[in-house]
Structure formats: structure tokens, C-alpha cells
């Protein structure tokens, strides 16, 4: 009977330095991406009589090395989804006191533009090329244009625009620039149909900057997400570390997330490439200073914010061994 019992005792034993050991592993094991405490840098409401917002936004460096933001503006109430222009501020480094300054664009009705919505901006040639959704009294009909500026204060639109449109709602632009195939990748949130159907991040490719692929490339589909506007596919971003393809994505659960996926194929991800999910809502992923940082605005969400980003995949890894 006693041996028995110094047996059980020992299998309990066992169990518990095997859990602990586990449980252990498990905590000094991080996520993919992680991100710091979050910062306000700008409040649209400075110098209004109201509460303003911004929303989808992108950051550029400038030439003589000052920084600019431009994106999504509008007043909270009393007139609530009114994002006829294009917000502007200016600061020294990204980190530091960010200035407003006037417009960057105002909407054009005649040319059937109904909201300035998620401008992302890129350098080409010494000239700024920037992408947005310009909408269109047609859901279906929601175009992707584009605006060029020397300096990045007056912006003058291309002759050619629409440069497409896509699914219902076709918006959020971003562009990545493919050095390896000497190329340009447009990515952006869209449904499957015209009419709606499965929300979608689909893709483009150029080498010009203005004429884009016929045939749109469907990158990430969300099976889970059908509908019309909206959706889970929002704010697409893709980040190149080595030869992982990372996709950032909102707004997730709720207004504040954003989900990250990463693959080996720029032009295919999978739920199941799901390796971190992040409390911020259409963020941008800048490196600056060799430190990596990223964006939350949003309806209701007092203004602009910044929080470092880190890294812990398997370059990082390589990084701390040199």
C-alpha cells in the first residue's frame, strides 16, 4: 500500500514539473509582432469650433526631410461621414510635434468623386504619386484615382483617372514596390462582386505607376465575411521581412483591431496565416530611425496616435546575432 502511494505521489510529481515546464515554454514564446504604448501626435480639432477625426492615413518623407500625413478628416457631428477633404499636417521627425496646414485635396463632385477616402502616397521620378478612393454616387462604381505633386502641398489630378474600379466599394490603396520584379503591387479592399459577395483584399500590378492590370489578383479571401460595405478586409498593408509577405487587416472583432497574416507568396494569404492580432484600427507601419512604429485613429478615437512596433520573427532573430 505505501509503495503504491509513493508511486502516485511520484506520477503527480512527474505531471507537475512536465505542466510547469510546458506552461513556461509557452510564455517566453511571443507573438510574431507586438506593439508599445500608444502616443497622441495630432488632433484635427486644433483651431475648429467642433470635434474632428482622422481616419485612413499614410506618413512620407519628404526631400528636405520633413515628414507629412495626409488622410481621412471629418467633423464627429453634427455632420457625420462628410470626408470631402483630405486632412495635412507637417512635422520635423515622425515622432515629434506635428503641424496642421490647409487641405491637401478637396472632393470633386463633377467628376463624380463623393468622399476623399485612405490616400497612400509613394515616391517615383522625384514626383509624389498619391492613390485614393475618390467613391461615386454608384457603390459599383467606386473609382481608385490618383493625384501627383512636386512638393507634397499642391496636388493636381491625373488626366486618366479612374484608374480603376472594382467589386462595390473598391477603396483603401496601398502600394508596394516589388524591387525584385522591378514592379508596383496595388492592394486593396474590394468584394467579390459588383453587386457584393465575399469581402476581398485584392491586388493589381504596374510598372509605370499609371497603367495597372487589367485582371485583379484576389490575395485574401474572407469566407466568414459576406455583404456589401464594410467588412473584415479593410486597410490592407503588406510589409516585406526577408521572404515572408505580411498583411495587416481590420477592423476585426471591433472598431480597434487589426489582424496580421504572413505567407511566402505576395499574392496569397489564408486565414490560417493568422500570427498576431493588434489593437489599433487602419494603422500605418512606418520604419523610421532603423524603429519600427505604428498608427490608431478612427471615429471616436480623440486623434492620431503612434506606438513603437516590434518585431520577433526570424530576421529579428538574425539581427541580435550580429
Known amino acids: 500500500m505505501v509503495l503504491m502511494l509513493h508511486f502516485r505521489i511520484l506520477r503527480v510529481l512527474i505531471w507537475l514539473l512536465v505542466t510547469i515546464n510546458v506552461q513556461a515554454q509557452q510564455s517566453e514564446k511571443k507573438p510574431l509582432i507586438t506593439i508599445g504604448k500608444f502616443e497622441k501626435i495630432f488632433d484635427q480639432s486644433i483651431g475648429?469650433?467642433?470635434?474632428?477625426?482622422i481616419n485612413d492615413h499614410c506618413f512620407i518623407q519628404a526631400g528636405d526631410g520633413q515628414w507629412h500625413m495626409i488622410g481621412i478628416t471629418g467633423r464627429e457631428a453634427p455632420h457625420p461621414w462628410d470626408e470631402s477633404n483630405f486632412a495635412h499636417a507637417v512635422a520635423e521627425s515622425l515622432t515629434g510635434k506635428w503641424e496642421k496646414k490647409k487641405y491637401a485635396l478637396r472632393v470633386r463632385p463633377d467628376l463624380n468623386e463623393t468622399v476623399l477616402w485612405a490616400p497612400h502616397i509613394v515616391k517615383h521620378n522625384d514626383l509624389y504619386y498619391m492613390f485614393y478612393c475618390g467613391g461615386h454616387p454608384d457603390h459599383r462604381k467606386y473609382q481608385i484615382n490618383l493625384a501627383v505633386s512636386n512638393d507634397l502641398y499642391e496636388w493636381k489630378r491625373y488626366a486618366g483617372n479612374p484608374i480603376f474600379m472594382d467589386g462595390y466599394d473598391a477603396r483603401d490603396p496601398f502600394i508596394f514596390r516589388d524591387e525584385i520584379n522591378n514592379r508596383w503591387i496595388m492592394y486593396y479592399t474590394a468584394t467579390s462582386k459588383p453587386e457584393g459577395g465575399y469581402r476581398i483584399v485584392a491586388a493589381k500590378i504596374s510598372y509605370d505607376l499609371l497603367n495597372w492590370s487589367q485582371d485583379r489578383y484576389v490575395v485574401f479571401k474572407d469566407l466568414t465575411d459576406k455583404g456589401t460595405w464594410g467588412g473584415n478586409t479593410e486597410s490592407p498593408i503588406v510589409i516585406q521581412r526577408e521572404d515572408w509577405y505580411y498583411l495587416f487587416i481590420g477592423p476585426g472583432p471591433n472598431y480597434k483591431t487589426t489582424k496580421v497574416y504572413r505567407s511566402r507568396d505576395p499574392f496569397n494569404w489564408d486565414i490560417e496565416d493568422e500570427v498576431a492580432v493588434l489593437e489599433a484600427h487602419a494603422p500605418e507601419i512606418i520604419q523610421y530611425k532603423d524603429k519600427w512604429y505604428i498608427s490608431h485613429c478612427g471615429l471616436k478615437q480623440g486623434?492620431?496616435?503612434?506606438?513603437?512596433?516590434?518585431?520577433?520573427?526570424?530576421?529579428?532573430e538574425k539581427l541580435k546575432e550580429k
Do not use: I, K, V
Open 48 to 53: 475648429e469650433n467642433d470635434t474632428w477625426y
Open 303 to 316: 486623434g492620431l496616435y503612434l506606438a513603437p512596433l516590434y518585431w520577433h520573427d526570424e530576421l529579428e
